[in-house]
């Protein structure tokens, strides 16, 4: 019996597994409980998704608001330029010019050329400024600067004591964050009184050039003169000194004449036969007919036809019309308004956390408590239920460390899954919502890569929740006594 | 003959005592034992008699109060936890009253957990397990989850599996308490012929009496303490008593 020869005990330490190994151990775990781990990745994919779903939606309202404004400055290029070529224009219309990325402002050029380069600049900042006072409440705004509007705001702090009690009146209002510091704004105040001069300079230039500009198109409306000779009013204008690129100029001419076959065929109304023509149409008194449903009505060709015909021989104007101009400027007409909807809608896009707003921002920090909550009871049941396999598995030798990282592991994956199919479903009703208020047009305005790595901190952000709520299950499981095994149920 | 032999296991003046809501209660006051080389032990004792306490010292689950506990002549106390996870991993071998089977592993990956643990290469310990299997009668079912066999069958993995890294000494936990008395026997079978074969030192603790039989010395445990040591010729009068009746 005792012939058998004795094994050594030789001590050494227990070696670390791999990480290969742990994660093969841990995926047999989470297949085993599968019901349990589906309801753990559907909590934090809920979570998951209601992240997804504002971040996608902010996205896109982004990209759409960026899109929208794009277009319908350029739409507006006409009545923008129509005003300027009109009328003189103030100081604070100059330094709004001065805010807006590649405007040119006109005139500048007759400023002495050294000055020209530090004109731009302290206008942008005066801009700035004059940005930060009109996005200040009216309570704050009146507190701050009484009823002073643009440049005047400037001159009314130019004197030591104003400005003084300004900086007071500002301390007292700790949630406005001020345009970088007070000395900064100083030494703009300093500057103030020369950027005025050079303003008041360029001033005088614009209403010599509109008063040169009156005398050339004689009596006819801006619109026209664009509209029938552009190239050759262009040169006028650029003679009395605008800066009228010549890119423009055929955009400024087409959009001219679609303003003057608007208002023609918006005159027509004036004649009772079209409005009881329209009014028959739409079921309405011919008092009740507006220039919408006559916009309206002329979206179709047939109805085009029908409404040229029919008032044609009545107004002298109409004949140069045909129908599908007609339709061409009611869908124009149509796709501004669109646009300006979505403009208006899309306003509050960008601000606060994420751009999503303060509101938003808790109700998203609160959710993902609540996930983490969940996660941490999820692992925690399961350890629980696995106390004997793991008091085991350490009989057998496991470590510590290995029954910490096996825990926190398995979270993980329940992370890395919810993420995954958050991030989806989060994008999915995004879209989905987005559509539903701005039509198709969403889906040619997804930010792609945007989106995509939106996705991917989405996803991160389920995997690091899920691995920080493992963290204390996994402490209770890997501090278990080994002894648990021996007891019987 | 048996003071010749080598010491496996020795406790000098062991003590336990747990703390419970300020009242102390002692599970062990002050053991010494020295359980030899190959030797195949039962101890015996009713519940709460420190029993398991016991277990958990020789185990090196657990450490003492006072006293200390010499596995090999080595000192399971200076043990850090890698050592001591070492020492679970290589030189002993547990075996539980429920069996304590991984329930989503099949027979093989449970006899194999303990070489994953020791570092064992994969296809080394797949040889070793399937080897292990068989040794135990169970080569034809590696494939099959714990819930698939039957208590007796379990059991015979769990017999495998406490031998993965050919332990020194193998801890048995009421190996036969959960079978039915011809399972029990295979069991039991099993484990003396480990015992005879391998010269692995099993230390049963059991209320079976057919234990009596096979073993070579009994110990009585009985309010923490060793109550009484025999060999087995000393009380086999009275055990053949008992399995007569």
């Known amino acids: 019996m005792s012939n058998v020869a004795h094994k050594e005990i030789k001590l050494a330490n227990q070696p670390q597994l791999g990480l290969g190994r742990i994660f093969r151990i841990a995926v047999d775990g989470v297949r085993y409980r599968l019901f349990r781990a589906a309801v753990t990745v559907s909590v934090i994919a809920v979570a998951i998704a209601f992240l997804m779903n504002i971040l996608s939606e902010s996205l896109i309202k982004r990209r759409l608001a960026a899109g929208a404004r794009q277009e319908l400055s350029e739409l507006r290029d006409i009545h923008l330029w129509a005003a300027r070529l009109t009328h003189p224009s103030s100081q604070e219309a100059i330094l709004a010019d001065a805010l807006q990325e590649g405007a040119t402002i006109d005139f500048v050029s007759m400023l002495d050329p050294a000055d020209q380069a530090r004109f731009s600049e302290r206008a942008h900042i005066a801009a700035t400024y004059l940005a930060f006072f009109d996005g200040l409440d009216y309570d704050r705004r009146r507190a701050l600067i009484h009823t002073s509007r643009g440049g005047a705001i400037f001159d009314a702090l130019q004197d030591a004591e104003g400005l003084d009690a300004f900086a007071a009146r500002l301390a007292e209002m700790p949630a406005v964050r001020f345009e970088g510091t007070l000395d900064v704004f100083r030494a703009f105040l300093d500057e103030w009184p020369a950027l005025a001069a050079q303003l008041n300079q360029i001033i005088a230039a614009h209403t010599a050039a509109v008063a040169t500009l009156d005398v050339a198109r004689a009596d006819r409306t801006i619109f026209t003169v664009l509209a029938q000779e552009g190239d050759a009013f262009a040169a006028t204008v650029r003679a009395a000194g605008f800066q009228l690129k010549p890119a423009l100029v055929s955009r400024l001419r087409e959009q001219a004449q679609a303003v003057l076959e608007k208002q023609i065929l918006e005159g027509t109304l004036s004649l009772l036969e079209s409005r009881q023509f ?102 925690l049941m399961t350890v629980t239920e696995r106390f004997r396999e793991i008091a085991t598995m350490k009989c057998l030798g496991a470590l510590d460390g290995f029954i910490m990282l096996l825990f926190v592991m398995e979270s993980c994956f329940l992370g890395l899954a919810g993420g995954i199919v958050g991030a989806l479903l989060g994008d999915l009703i995004g879209f989905g919502r987005m559509a539903a208020v701005f039509g198709v047009s969403v889906f040619s305005a997804v930010p792609v890569s945007e989106l995509l790595s939106a996705m991917g901190s989405a996803i991160g952000v389920g995997v690091i929740l899920a691995a920080l709520a493992a963290v204390y299950p996994s402490l209770k499981a890997a501090r278990l006594a080994p002894m648990e095994a021996m007891r019987v149920e | 003959m048996s003071s010749e032999r080598r010491v496996i296991i020795r406790t000098v003046g062991l003590k336990k005592q747990y703390v419970m809501k300020g009242v102390t209660t002692d599970a062990l006051r002050g053991v010494d034992v020295e359980i030899y080389d190959a030797e195949f032990i ?11 306490t016991f277990f958990n010292m020789i185990g090196a689950l657990d450490r003492p109060t006072t006293g200390r506990v010499f596995i090999d002549e080595v000192d399971v106390a200076q043990l850090t936890a890698e050592e001591l996870a070492y020492v679970r991993c290589h030189k002993i071998g547990y075996i539980f009253q429920s069996y304590n089977l991984v329930q989503y592993m099949t027979a093989l990956e449970n006899v194999t957990t303990p070489m994953v643990f020791g570092g064992v290469g994969p296809d080394e310990s797949r040889r070793r397990g399937m080897e292990l299997l068989e040794l135990v009668g169970l080569g034809d079912r590696w494939h099959h989850r714990p819930l698939e066999m039957s208590g007796g069958q ?67 445990i009985r309010d923490g303490a060793i109550e009484r040591v025999a060999r087995r010729d000393e009380v086999h009068v009275e055990v053949g008593s008992i399995g007569e009746e």
């Open chain 2, 154 to 220: 379990q059991q015979r993995v769990a017999i495998a599996r406490s031998l993965a890294n050919q332990p020194t000494v193998l801890l048995c936990d009421e190996p036969t308490a959960n079978l039915d008395l011809h399972t029990g026997q295979e069991i039991l079978d099993v484990l003396r012929s480990l015992n005879e074969k391998k010269g692995v030192t099993v230390i049963c603790a059991t209320h079976d009496h057919r234990m009596m039989d096979m073993c070579d010395r009994l110990m009585w």
């Open chain 1, 278 to 379: 329209l009014a028959q149409q739409f079921d309405l008194l011919p008092a009740d007919v507006s220039p919408n449903d006559l916009w309206h009505f002329l979206e179709k060709e047939r109805h085009a036809t029908l409404y040229l015909e029919s008032i044609m021989p009545l107004s002298a104007t109409l004949k140069p019309f045909a129908a599908s101009r007609l339709v061409e400027l009611a869908t124009a007409r149509r796709e501004a308004l669109a646009l300006e909807r979505m403009e208006r809608l899309t306003a509050g896009a960008g601000g606060g956390f994420l751009g999503m707003g303060e509101r938003m921002g808790w109700l998203l920090i609160v959710s993902m408590l609540v996930c983490a909550i969940g996660i941490s009871n999820a692992m």
């Open chain 2, 42 to 52: 039962s101890v015996m004792g009713p519940s709460g008699s420190g029993k398991s």
